[in-house]
């Protein structure tokens, strides 16, 4: 998603439970953490709490897979905001560095001795996703071709054979792995 377009959360409802005060013998003010626990919860603090639930839900949704354990610890939707921006934001430097390790990883892209089409795929999948991200333009055939290079030696005739093809720079990815997918053993 772009940022400034789609989705609008507001972080003002951001609902945090508040433990309560017990005052002990000696007048001092005590939080209590499990018996004897009471807290006052009005309709107000309720919405809060489904807001904040459901921006946090939202946020998560939005994050990748291997990402979302990391930012499992935020309890609260205005924390977990925060702690993206940190991560995936970061200034113009952080964003040029991660640009420019993205790209070098693109160009030293190749198929791992025991991965599988389908893994190979997916990895250059991902990878030109992240570029894309960055705002990085990858055309189609330089991704179909990079794909094509990039596999293991047994696949060296079907290689060929897609390489001299007419239509593979028109040709999305999907479609060239839809297409080598029925040769895979």
Do not use: C
């Not at 921006?85 to 964003?95: M, P, Q, R, S, V």
Request: glycine fraction near 4%.
């Amino acid at each position: 998603m772009e940022r400034g377009k789609g989705l609008m959360l507001e972080f003002g409802d951001s609902y945090k439970e508040k433990a309560a005060k017990e005052k002990s013998s000696s007048g001092e003010a005590s939080t209590s953490k499990k018996k004897g626990r009471t807290l006052a919860i009005t309709a107000e603090d309720m919405q809060k709490r489904k807001n904040d639930v459901k921006a946090r839900t939202t946020l998560f949704l939005a994050l990748p897979d291997e990402h979302q354990l990391r930012f499992s610890k935020y309890e609260i939707a205005k924390e977990l905001w925060e702690a993206i921006l940190k991560i995936f934001d970061g200034n113009e430097a952080t964003k040029k560095t991660k640009k420019n390790l993205l790209k070098q990883q693109y160009v030293n892209f190749k198929a791992e001795g025991s991965k599988t089409l389908e893994q190979t795929f997916n990895r250059l999948q991902a990878l030109v996703s992240q570029l894309e991200f960055m705002d990085v333009i990858v055309e189609k055939d330089d991704v179909n071709q990079k794909f094509l290079t990039s596999l293991a030696p047994e696949w060296v005739m079907h290689i060929i054979v897609w390489r001299n093809k007419t239509d593979l720079d028109e040709m999305s990815l999907d479609d060239l792995y839809n297409h080598l997918k029925v040769y895979e053993p």
